[in-house]
């Protein structure tokens, strides 16, 4: 077990893990309490650009397919709270957090879904930009945390593929449904770039957390990583990546790519406009309508320990 | 003889970085020794790092009786595993 600073850089420094019951500096426990939240956040509120779509989703299949993934969704929140738990914080208090703006969730799902190719190109483009962030965080310095990483990236997996599908089949259809597959990766491209964070050079906990293990690339390293697994993917797509900087850069072995906007990004992140209040709106009607069936089920458990007793 | 002690399940961390892993039970009067008789009986060739034991009685498990009812409606739900996607083979590694 851990009682100091030292012992805890020691096991930090043998790339080893960090457990629930070991002494660990306050910064390190506060930086994992407010990413793991956010990270939680992210997943419950990532259920609402898809879940509008599960009415409309074009076939029962589809259907199935995309009320699969929303659940997967709804299970990666709560694996994460209960990470969050293991830092003795409570669950009912940090979705307080995200219901007050007190605490964010990943701006990417302030962006509409106007489309069923938006569905496709969230499963195939945000999720492949998580799951660029989210293989490594498999390797976090905080056990508890990389495990349920581990459990999320085996379930995410066919998220990507599905979403890919999508875009597949919509791209190789009618002209209009071609357009239509256009259209969603137009808007879904940037905010994708933009999923990885601030430029290193604007990071501000970019430095401390990689010598902590709680990440292992930089923000540009997993953005240049992202637009070179995507842009091959697109052309097999038949679809234009929209960025007329992008150029294959043979001595470098990697795609340069242009600049996104990040004003756009700050706007974002800040939660201005009608979407960001729809998200946190459409969180606390759930929240609060299901009160009475916590209620009930408290209710249930108490009358039973009476007759018991 | 009965002794009478309470049965205590043990679960135990291998290394840091693992989950604690069921292991076995052991009978004993409390937690405390408990713990000893665990770490007496599973961890003589250094199996763990940390060890937890939880009255069994405070165990709520599943009924046999209920288990194609609790797990068989995952079954031929195919599409939740990546392999139900067909995808071209220069993207297959996706």
């Not at chain 1, 240049?224 to 097999?236: K, M, T």
């Not at chain 1, 795609?255 to 459409?282: H, K, L, N, Q, S």
């Not at chain 2, 408990?34 to 009255?55: I, N, P």
């Amino acid at each position: 077990m851990i009682r100091n600073e030292d012992q805890f850089d020691a096991v930090i420094e043998a790339d080893q893990r960090i457990e629930s019951d070991d002494w660990m500096p306050e910064e390190y426990r506060k930086t994992l309490v407010r990413q793991i939240a956010q990270h939680a956040h992210s997943e419950i509120i990532g259920m609402q650009p898809e879940g509008a779509w599960i009415t409309r989703a074009p076939s029962l299949r589809r259907k199935a397919i995309l009320t699969a993934k929303v659940q997967d969704e709804a299970g990666h929140g709560l694996y994460l709270y209960g990470a969050a738990e293991t830092l003795g914080v409570d669950r009912g208090d940090l979705l307080d957090l995200l219901h007050t703006k007190k605490q964010k969730y990943s701006s990417i799902f302030n962006y509409p879904t106007p489309t069923w190719a938006d569905v496709g190109a969230i499963g195939w483009l945000v999720d492949g930009a998580a799951i660029m962030n989210q293989v490594p965080l498999c390797r976090c310095s905080y056990g508890p945390y990389g495990r349920a990483m581990v459990r999320i990236c085996k379930e995410e997996s066919f998220h990507q593929r599905q979403g890919f599908q999508i875009m597949l089949t919509l791209a190789q259809g009618t002209d209009a449904q071609h357009q239509m597959a256009q259209e969603a990766l137009n808007r879904w491209w940037w905010p994708s770039i933009m999923m990885f964070g601030p430029p290193d050079t604007e990071s501000v906990h970019n430095a401390r957390n990689m010598a902590w293990g709680i990440k292992r690339y930089t923000n540009d390293e997993l953005r240049q990583n992202f637009v070179d697994a995507s842009v091959p993917q697109a052309e097999v797509l038949g679809l234009t990546v929209p960025d007329s900087d992008l150029v294959w850069n043979e001595e470098r072995g990697h795609y340069d790519f242009g600049e996104p906007d990040w004003e756009e990004f700050a706007r974002m992140v800040r939660g201005e406009g009608e979407m960001p209040a729809e998200r946190i709106r459409t969180r606390l009607d759930a929240h609060n309508g299901g009160a009475w069936v916590r209620e009930a089920a408290e209710a249930y458990a108490a009358k039973h320990e009476e007759i018991a007793a | 003889m009965s002794t009478g002690w309470p049965l205590w399940e043990v679960f135990v961390r291998a290394r840091r970085g693992v989950n604690h892993v069921h292991f076995g039970s052991v009978h004993a009067a409390d937690g405390e020794t408990a713990l000893q008789a665990a770490r007496d009986l599973f961890t003589r060739r250094q199996e763990g790092v940390s060890m937890w034991v939880v009255k069994s009685t405070d165990v709520v498990a599943s009924d046999p009786d209920d288990e194609g009812e609790l797990f068989d409606p995952a079954e031929g739900k195919d599409y939740r595993f990546p392999t139900d996607y067909e995808l071209p083979a220069e993207v297959d590694h996706m």
